[in-house]
């Protein structure tokens, strides 16, 4: 007669039964809710930590609502914030492209969920570049690689002609956008664009994503504040809200206007990313500072109007330059 089978001992049940739950609880500390009830799955890439879909929520993270509007002159008259659903149709589109929201949204700092915000110019660059060591930070075609990289594989929702690979976890979706110059919807399959916080330095446009479905590219452009964009929140890191500190008393720059020479002093010696930007967003100068005392030839550019840009570690800024 067999032996009745012995009962596993009530310790290693338990430790069976709080493995299982440490399990769940690590599941579920990899998603992140809006106040509409959404949830979202999390990606980690490099040291940043990103929602890996579309923001989708109609209200704020301190529950007051998102004016939604649907009408397209109200939409491009608008200076303050607003959403709305590609062409309209939340069933249709809401999932899984989300919402497309005008950047006066974004510039509340109450879109995304709390402990997350919608990243800085600089952020998205650093994500860019972990993906792509040779990506350029400029007003141009960012990386020929990292489109493929973010970008959800296959043809489901982006349009023939996608070879991505979605290697980096982000899944990116073409949403398409809301025009700011005839208010139609345009790009759902064929393009994805993403806003960034950072706004250009003429104060009237801001930096943002985009990348299509027919190549491996993702560029860094400025577009106009009306725009109707895709969001993708980014998790709050130690280093968040550095890129808002003001940093006149470590940087100077003079002479400006200048004729040749402009020195860039710094009080702390650090590496600092420059370019320098045309009326048109030509880089017309990139070096790299590392000096506390650094003196830039300016002689050869034409008179007009420049943009000089400077990315430390974890801020970016930028300065009107005259070239007289």
Same mark, same amino acid.
């Given at each position: 007669?067999?032996?009745?089978? !012995?009962?596993?001992?009530?310790?290693?049940?338990?430790?069976?039964?709080?493995?299982?739950?440490?399990?769940?609880?690590?599941?579920?500390?990899?998603?992140?809710?809006?106040?509409?009830?959404?949830?979202?799955?999390?990606?980690?890439?490099?040291?940043?930590?990103?929602?890996?879909?579309?923001?989708?929520?109609?209200?704020?993270?301190? *529950?007051?609502?998102?004016?939604?509007?649907?009408?397209?002159?109200?939409?491009?008259?608008?200076?303050?914030? *607003?959403?709305?659903?590609?062409?309209?149709?939340?069933?249709?589109?809401?999932?899984?492209?989300? %919402?497309?929201?005008?950047?006066?949204?974004?510039?509340?700092?109450?879109?995304?969920?709390?402990?997350?915000?919608?990243?800085?110019? %600089?952020?998205?660059?650093?994500? $860019?570049?972990?993906?792509?060591?040779?990506?350029?930070?400029?007003?141009?075609?960012?990386?020929?690689? %990292?489109?493929?990289?973010?970008?959800?594989? *296959?043809?489901?929702?982006?349009? =023939?002609?996608?070879?991505?690979?979605?290697?980096?976890?982000? =899944?990116?979706?073409? *949403?398409?956008?809301?025009?700011?110059?005839?208010?139609?919807?345009?790009?759902?399959?064929?393009?994805?664009?993403?806003?960034?916080?950072?706004?250009?330095?003429?104060?009237?446009?801001?930096?943002?994503?985009?990348?299509?479905?027919?190549?491996?590219?993702?560029?860094?452009?400025?577009?106009? !504040?009306?725009?109707?964009?895709?969001?993708?929140?980014?998790?709050?890191?130690?280093?968040?809200?550095?890129?808002?500190?003001?940093?006149?008393?470590?940087?100077?720059?003079?002479?400006?206007?200048?004729?040749?020479?402009?020195?860039?002093?710094?009080?702390?010696?650090?590496? $600092?990313?420059?370019?320098?930007?045309?009326?048109?967003?030509?880089?017309?100068?990139?070096?790299?500072?590392?000096?506390?005392?650094?003196?830039?030839?300016?002689?050869?550019?034409?008179?007009?109007?420049?943009?000089?840009?400077?990315?430390?570690?974890?801020?970016?800024?930028?300065?009107?330059?005259?070239?007289?």
């Amino acid at each position: 007669m067999n032996e009745p089978q !012995k009962l596993m001992p009530m310790k290693k049940i338990i430790l069976l039964f709080v493995c299982f739950a440490s399990l769940i609880i690590k599941n579920q500390a990899q998603t992140v809710s809006d106040l509409d009830g959404n949830v979202y799955d999390t990606v980690k890439i490099g040291t940043q930590v990103w929602l890996k879909e579309n923001l989708a929520t109609t209200k704020y993270n301190d *529950g007051t609502l998102i004016p939604l509007v649907k009408d397209s002159m109200q939409w491009i008259g608008l200076t303050t914030p *607003g959403y709305c659903w590609y062409r309209n149709d939340s069933a249709t589109y809401k999932n899984p492209y989300g %919402a497309l929201y005008n950047w006066y949204t974004v510039n509340t700092g109450k879109l995304c969920p709390t402990g997350w915000h919608v990243p800085s110019n %600089a952020e998205w660059h650093t994500l $860019i570049l972990f993906l792509d060591p040779s990506a350029t930070d400029c007003y141009c075609t960012e990386s020929a690689t %990292a489109g493929d990289k973010l970008k959800e594989a *296959g043809i489901t929702h982006w349009g =023939t002609g996608n070879t991505a690979t979605n290697s980096s976890g982000f =899944t990116a979706m073409p *949403g398409g956008f809301r025009n700011y110059y005839d208010k139609n919807f345009e790009g759902r399959t064929s393009v994805a664009y993403f806003w960034s916080s950072t706004v250009g330095a003429s104060g009237t446009t801001i930096w943002h994503r985009w990348m299509p479905n027919n190549n491996a590219n993702i560029f860094e452009y400025l577009d106009q !504040k009306i725009q109707g964009m895709s969001v993708r929140c980014l998790k709050d890191s130690i280093s968040t809200g550095l890129n808002n500190i003001n940093y006149e008393n470590r940087l100077k720059i003079f002479p400006n206007p200048a004729t040749d020479i402009i020195n860039i002093n710094c009080t702390e010696k650090q590496i $600092i990313k420059m370019q320098v930007y045309n009326a048109i967003g030509e880089c017309v100068i990139q070096k790299e500072l590392n000096n506390y005392t650094n003196q830039i030839d300016v002689s050869f550019l034409p008179k007009g109007i420049y943009v000089i840009k400077l990315t430390g570690v974890n801020w970016t800024e930028q300065h009107k330059l005259t070239k007289e």
